[in-house]
């Protein structure tokens, strides 16, 4: 499926065709600030711009020889361009080249997932106003704790994914910045003049101070993001796994007209797509840690980042690409179960207004250490016998002396839990509900 993927406008970018198109990009961009100076003659410089090609596949023959892909190409460049070609690549070193089209590439990657990003929230936010009121149990440990609506799970994520965008930002920001300082990064044969030219055509700024190489923690901050958004995405697939759990059954992804979900078993229906981005963010982490180890190189520069780059630059922003999308989709389909939720709020007949008891008996004058005991045993009474918690308590005449009839069953009123979820709706979503979605009914 990712194989597939690539063919999108991600997988174009990380093309050899868009990749060499931009180093030489890079190159005519130096040309020409080097013919502003007087470097290079103007006719030269034409020539250079009218001319200058390449062919994925020259390059690739020539690097058989070479074994050095910069020379392949400024060797398959001057085979278009002719004598003239001796003034391109004048005064540079590969990594000039090579970390300033990195930097457009990411640059333009982090563009594309930005914009996911941007797609995915208004999917969550669509569906947290459609189910702001719907309620459900909220759970810790993976064990029934207190009220909650299935919007605020929503809003959490939603919240979360904006700061990803957040992070997402910051790294472009921080990724766009190019070099064209040299072999050790001095400017010894190329000005810094030049160096400003050629970021500002691209939209970059001067690294202000580099060796050979534009610094590894930038690109370690930028892969970082990519993975923290991962772990976002699989937080959201794993809670989503949980909640299509044959036992559990609230929610669950939309199950297309002849999908199959077992080959043995015709009955499955399975939670394939989280469990897709599940094992996907994994690789988001790896990759982010490759970068990491690339922030260690030998003095002004080795090589032991570029082999790693040429595989995680690609696959981590193809893959970030990838899992916004389908999270967005799964988000957008995702078929919620209102009943289902109310049926599960109830399995353990009132034992999630223990709090509520609890703090009443506190403010009625018991000492928490007594509260805490007599309604921990009615609740372990509860859990026991599969009683109602509501009437053990009106049973209990250590309770009954000090709370009324009447404030228990207020006690056990749901509007207690969720009276400020419109407020924190207000915070989390500055923009207001989408326009003319409608909210599922409370329970």
């Given at each position: 499926?990712?194989?597939?993927?690539?063919?999108?406008?991600?997988?174009?970018?990380?093309?050899?065709?868009?990749?060499?198109?931009?180093?030489?990009?890079?190159?005519?961009?130096?040309?020409?600030?080097?013919?502003?100076?007087?470097?290079?003659?103007?006719?030269?410089?034409?020539?250079?711009?009218?001319?200058?090609?390449?062919?994925?596949?020259?390059?690739?023959?020539?690097?058989?020889?070479?074994?050095?892909?910069?020379?392949?190409f400024?060797?398959?460049?001057?085979?278009h361009?002719?004598?003239d070609?001796?003034?391109?690549?004048?005064?540079?070193?590969?990594?000039?080249?090579?970390d300033?089209?990195?930097?457009?590439?990411?640059?333009?990657?982090?563009?594309i997932?930005?914009?996911?990003?941007?797609?995915?929230?208004?999917?969550?936010?669509?569906?947290?106003?459609?189910?702001?009121?719907?309620?459900?149990?909220?759970?810790?440990h993976?064990?029934?704790?207190?009220?909650?609506?299935?919007?605020?799970?929503?809003?959490?994520?939603?919240?979360?994914?904006?700061?990803n965008?957040?992070?997402?930002?910051?790294?472009?920001n921080?990724i766009?910045?190019?070099?064209?300082?040299?072999?050790?990064?001095t400017?010894?044969?190329?000005?810094?003049?030049?160096?400003?030219?050629?970021?500002?055509?691209?939209?970059?700024?001067?690294?202000?101070?580099?060796?050979?190489?534009?610094?590894?923690?930038?690109?370690?901050?930028?892969?970082?993001?990519?993975?923290?958004?991962?772990?976002?995405?699989?937080?959201?697939a794993?809670?989503?796994?949980?909640?299509?759990?044959?036992?559990?059954?609230?929610?669950?992804?939309?199950?297309?007209?002849?999908?199959?979900?077992?080959?043995?078993?015709?009955?499955?229906?399975?939670?394939?797509?989280?469990?897709?981005l599940?094992?996907?963010?994994?690789?988001?982490?790896?990759?982010?840690?490759?970068?990491?180890?690339?922030?260690?190189?030998?003095?002004?520069?080795?090589?032991?980042?570029?082999?790693?780059?040429?595989?995680?630059?690609?696959?981590?922003?193809?893959?970030?690409?990838?899992?916004?999308?389908?999270?967005?989709?799964?988000?957008?389909?995702?078929?919620?179960?209102?009943?289902?939720?109310?049926?599960?709020?109830?399995?353990?007949?009132?034992?999630?207004?223990?709090?509520?008891?609890?703090?009443?008996?506190?403010?009625?004058?018991?000492?928490?250490?007594e509260?805490?005991?007599?309604?921990?045993?009615?609740?372990?009474?509860?859990?026991?016998?599969?009683?109602?918690?509501?009437?053990l308590?009106?049973?209990?005449?250590?309770?009954?002396?000090?709370?009324?009839?009447?404030?228990?069953?207020?006690?056990?009123?749901?509007?207690?839990?969720?009276?400020?979820?419109?407020?924190i709706?207000?915070?989390?979503?500055?923009?207001?509900p989408?326009?003319?979605?409608?909210q599922?009914?409370g329970?």
């Amino acid at each position: 499926m990712i194989s597939r993927y690539t063919r999108t406008a991600m997988g174009a970018l990380w093309s050899d065709e868009n990749k060499y198109r931009t180093w030489l990009k890079v190159e005519i961009l130096a040309c020409e600030a080097m013919a502003r100076m007087g470097k290079i003659p103007g006719r030269a410089l034409k020539t250079i711009k009218k001319n200058a090609d390449f062919t994925v596949e020259r390059i690739a023959q020539i690097e058989e020889k070479t074994k050095h892909d910069v020379i392949a190409f400024t060797t398959n460049v001057a085979e278009h361009v002719g004598p003239d070609a001796r003034y391109i690549h004048m005064g540079m070193t590969s990594s000039d080249v090579l970390d300033t089209s990195m930097a457009v590439l990411l640059k333009d990657a982090g563009k594309i997932i930005l914009k996911d990003m941007d797609a995915l929230l208004e999917a969550i936010r669509q569906r947290a106003f459609e189910h702001k009121n719907t309620v459900m149990v909220g759970r810790s440990h993976g064990i029934h704790a207190e009220p909650i609506t299935f919007g605020l799970k929503l809003a959490v994520w939603y919240d979360e994914m904006r700061r990803n965008k957040k992070r997402i930002q910051n790294a472009v920001n921080g990724i766009r910045y190019g070099k064209i300082s040299g072999a050790v990064g001095t400017f010894a044969n190329t000005a810094p003049e030049i160096e400003a030219y050629v970021c500002k055509k691209l939209g970059l700024k001067p690294a202000p101070a580099s060796t050979q190489i534009i610094q590894r923690d930038r690109y370690a901050e930028y892969f970082a993001a990519l993975a923290i958004t991962g772990a976002s995405i699989e937080k959201m697939a794993v809670e989503i796994r949980h909640l299509q759990r044959t036992e559990v059954l609230e929610a669950e992804e939309y199950f297309s007209k002849g999908q199959k979900g077992s080959s043995a078993m015709p009955h499955k229906r399975n939670p394939v797509g989280s469990e897709n981005l599940s094992g996907l963010a994994r690789l988001l982490r790896t990759n982010a840690l490759a970068a990491v180890e690339n922030v260690c190189l030998w003095h002004e520069r080795d090589i032991s980042h570029s082999s790693v780059e040429r595989i995680i630059a690609p696959d981590s922003t193809i893959l970030a690409d990838y899992m916004l999308h389908r999270m967005t989709g799964i988000i957008q389909n995702l078929i919620v179960y209102p009943e289902k939720m109310k049926a599960n709020l109830n399995l353990l007949k009132g034992l999630i207004f223990s709090q509520q008891v609890l703090l009443a008996l506190v403010e009625a004058g018991a000492s928490r250490e007594e509260a805490y005991l007599w309604v921990q045993e009615n609740a372990m009474n509860a859990w026991r016998g599969k009683k109602d918690f509501k009437g053990l308590i009106q049973k209990d005449k250590r309770i009954t002396g000090i709370l009324s009839l009447k404030k228990i069953e207020e006690l056990f009123d749901l509007n207690y839990h969720l009276k400020y979820i419109p407020h924190i709706f207000n915070r989390v979503f500055e923009a207001g509900p989408p326009r003319g979605k409608k909210q599922a009914d409370g329970v």
